[in-house]
């Protein structure tokens, strides 16, 4: 989890500081990078959209990527055994 600034539809907003307006462009968010088997992608991603759907603007997007390996540093374990 990493928190992050960006906007999307909701675009920026208008503030006022000290008697100067000024424009406040990107929002805070939390971006969640997560790595699971192949086989486990359809329901993470169906529980992500479940527990994050409000239906509004800001909801947020899902992104699924290929990773090509993932090696455990301690163990040299790689692929599905190294995220398990």
Partial sequence: ???????????????????????????????????VSDDAVEEVVNAITEAAKFEKIGDGKIFVSPVEDAIRVRTGESGDASIT
């Fill in 1 to 35: 989890m990493t928190e992050v600034k960006g906007f999307g539809r909701q675009k920026g907003h208008k503030e006022i500081y000290r008697g100067a307006e000024y424009v406040v462009e990107f929002q805070p968010k939390t971006k969640l990078e997560i790595v």
